[in-house]
Structure formats: structure tokens, C-alpha cells
């Protein structure tokens, strides 16, 4: 059965609970849904710790990293779920933003 979540991304957070400014996508998921969306979310949160360990050593250039490649692929994945699990309200704010290029169609 599916219910409502609230997602905040740059917070990471998903709340079935709305509240503050966790109303950033509105999706409709099942539990499974959700705990796949979660492991998305926890890998780039994951890529991103290593991306700012290797923002500190300067021979290693950005275009060449892959715990960048990582983060870019896993948050191209989470905006994919969210906007086919998300309302049109959802579906229009991340086809507005162009983040998944023609890849939603």
C-alpha cells in the first residue's frame, strides 16, 4: 500500500509527517519504495564524505574522482525515484530544474 512521504534533499530527510521545510517532493511509495529511496540517499550521503576527504588533497582533480562520479550517479538515481513515485506538483518541480535531462520520459 502506498502512503504519502515528504522529501527533503538537502537534508536527506523522509518524513511521512509534514513539517519546517521537509515539503521540498511529495512522493507516494510503498515501504520497499522508501527503503530503496533510503539507500540511495545513504550512498551519496556516503560518496559525498569521501568526495570532501578528497577535496583536500590537491593533486587529485574533480573530473577524475570517482567518489564525485558516485554522488552525481546516486543523485540522479534518488531524482529519478522520487519523480516517478512524486505527485505532478513533484514531477514538474525536478522536469522544471532539468536535472534528468530527457532521461524521465
Known amino acids: 500500500m502506498k502512503k504519502k512521504f515528504y522529501i527533503n534533499l538537502g537534508t536527506q530527510e523522509i518524513s511521512q509527517i509534514e513539517y519546517d521545510n521537509n515539503n521540498e517532493f511529495v512522493i507516494y511509495a510503498t515501504e520497499d519504495e522508501v527503503r530503496l529511496l533510503r539507500q540511495r540517499l545513504d550512498g551519496m550521503h556516503t560518496s559525498d564524505i569521501h568526495a570532501f576527504f578528497r577535496a ?10 570517482k567518489s ?38
Open 56 to 65: 583536500h588533497v590537491p593533486i587529485m582533480p574533480y573530473h577524475n574522482d
Open 68 to 105: 564525485n562520479d558516485d554522488y552525481d550517479t546516486g543523485i540522479t538515481d534518488a531524482f529519478q525515484m522520487i519523480y516517478e513515485l512524486g505527485n505532478e506538483e513533484t514531477k514538474k518541480h525536478i522536469e522544471n530544474m532539468g536535472v534528468l535531462g530527457d532521461n524521465h520520459m
